[in-house]
């Protein structure tokens, strides 16, 4: 099992072990200070340490701190147009986890699970380990990187177990359009199957920032919905493993999914307990770190896609949200350059500069000949970074 992000990390670490510069463009965490200048707000951080200095220093309910489901339950039914209820809600120790339970919960060997792809790996690696088999759904760069709803459509079987969408989505950072989500609402109604959505950057958005509403509230219908989100990014503490899932099941279809996936939450006990009562000071508040943080990352956003126009062999489509580029290498396909693949090109890129990004290949058959790059870093290194990828390019493709 392989994991590109993390993967082309191992390499970049020996290089600065032996004293090269590496900048860490190839991981999505805004707080690692390598990456980026954004921090784990004070009044967050007092809210920990309170709570473990008040004494929640044991393990807590498998299912989550009670009002801290109850707050998330409140502002997922605002934000979403739900109507959940905090039994509908369980802590995870990250989205990660929540995935991890949704492949264990829903697969059984030969089943198969419909992912995006271009694919944020541990889709592929929790279906794989279960015994099921991902099967992407190609989303069309040509669109904008949107679903194409005559694949997806062909790709459903009986043996589909559930759809995931991740919107925006990673690695691309696009939001899926409102006609794909209802169309895609529609053939999981017809056949019965259950929606997994990865939320996880739906507070991270530019232009559609204030008007967004994610898939479920677009769909206004009784699918089961299984919904994942969490602290990670939106409230910059990746490191403290704190997400959610929720269930949106009117119709009730999903109870035994939701008991077998408690029954997973009581075997591994119980999430970061001092972390769940720094997220209820967190939803209590406006939430003003996260605008901040959005403020910066739009602008680094259109910094880097400025930078790229100046490279006629690359394209790159412009994200929605998140904090990644997905841009294509054009070279690549029409042979142009040193390099056989993408993966090639990255760490030829690592080793002579530092950059160190995500070769496309790593999120499955439609990311090949593209990289991954976060805008993360502040604009000064952006600036450095552009500057060393045009000589590369210049020195390499010249
Ligand atoms: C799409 C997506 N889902 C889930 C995760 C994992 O998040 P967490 O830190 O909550 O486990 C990430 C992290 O990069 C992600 O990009």
């Known amino acids: 099992?392989?994991?590109?992000?993390?993967?082309?990390?191992?390499?970049?670490?020996?290089?600065?072990r032996k004293g090269k510069k590496i900048y860490y463009l190839n991981i999505g965490d805004p707080v690692n200070p390598e990456v980026s200048?954004?921090?784990?707000p004070d009044y967050i951080?007092?809210?920990?340490?309170?709570?473990?200095?008040?004494?929640?220093?044991m393990y807590g309910n498998s299912l989550g701190v009670q009002e801290l489901r109850e707050k998330i339950a409140i502002e997922e039914n605002h934000r979403n147009g739900l109507s959940l209820v905090p039994d509908d809600i369980l802590l995870t120790s990250g989205v990660s986890e929540a995935i991890f339970f949704v492949a264990a919960a829903l697969i059984e060997e030969g089943d198969e699970v419909l992912v995006p792809g271009p694919v944020y790996p541990p889709y592929i690696s929790y279906a794989n380990f279960f015994g099921g088999?991902?099967?992407?759904?190609?989303?069309?760069?040509?669109?904008?990187?949107?679903p194409d709803i005559d694949d997806f459509a062909s790709k459903i079987t009986k043996k589909t177990q559930f759809i995931l969408l991740c919107s925006p989505n990673n690695p691309t950072g696009v939001l899926y359009n409102e006609q794909f989500i209802k169309e895609i609402g529609k053939l999981a109604a017809d056949y019965n199957i259950p929606l997994v959505s990865d939320e996880i950057y739906d507070q991270i958005l530019f232009e559609k920032y204030n008007s967004y509403k994610c898939h479920v509230s677009i769909l206004k219908n009784d699918l089961p919905i299984i919904g994942m989100n969490g602290f990670s990014k939106a409230h910059l503490s990746t490191g403290w493993r704190l997400g959610?899932?929720?269930?949106?099941?009117?119709q009730g279809k999903m109870k035994q999914v939701k008991q077998s996936i408690e029954a997973l939450a009581r075997i591994r006990l119980c999430v970061n307990v001092p972390a769940q009562y720094a997220a209820i000071k967190t939803m209590e508040q406006p939430k003003e770190h996260t605008k901040i943080m959005v403020e910066k990352l739009w602008k680094r956003r259109d910094y880097c896609i400025k930078r790229l126009q100046e490279f006629d062999g690359i394209s790159c489509v412009v994200p929605d949200g998140a904090f990644y580029l997905f841009p294509?290498?054009?070279?690549?396909?029409?042979?142009?350059?040193p390099w056989k693949d993408d993966?090639?090109?990255v760490l030829d890129l690592l080793k002579e500069t530092g950059i160190m990004?995500?070769?496309?290949?790593?999120?499955g058959q439609y990311g090949v000949n593209h990289f991954r790059m976060t805008f993360l870093p502040p604009i000064e290194v952006l600036e450095e970074v552009f500057n060393l990828f045009g000589a590369f390019l210049k020195k390499r493709l010249s």
């Not at 099992?1 to 600065?16: F, N």
């Not at 959610?244 to 009117?250: A, G, I, N, V």
């Not at 990004?357 to 999120?363: A, H, L, R």
Request: hydrophobic fraction near 40%; charged fraction near 35%.
């Open 133 to 146: 088999k991902p099967v992407e759904y190609k989303l069309d760069e040509t669109k904008d990187w949107q």
């Open 357 to 363: 990004m995500v070769y496309g290949s790593g999120f």
């Open 1 to 16: 099992m392989s994991y590109a992000i993390r993967d082309i990390a191992v390499i970049g670490d020996e290089l600065a």
């Open 328 to 337: 294509k290498l054009k070279f690549l396909d029409q042979k142009r350059g």
């Open 244 to 250: 959610y899932m929720y269930f949106h099941d009117p």
């Open 45 to 57: 951080i007092e809210a920990l340490a309170k709570a473990a200095k008040k004494g929640y220093n």
């Open 343 to 345: 993966k090639e090109f």
């Open 37 to 40: 200048d954004f921090k784990t």
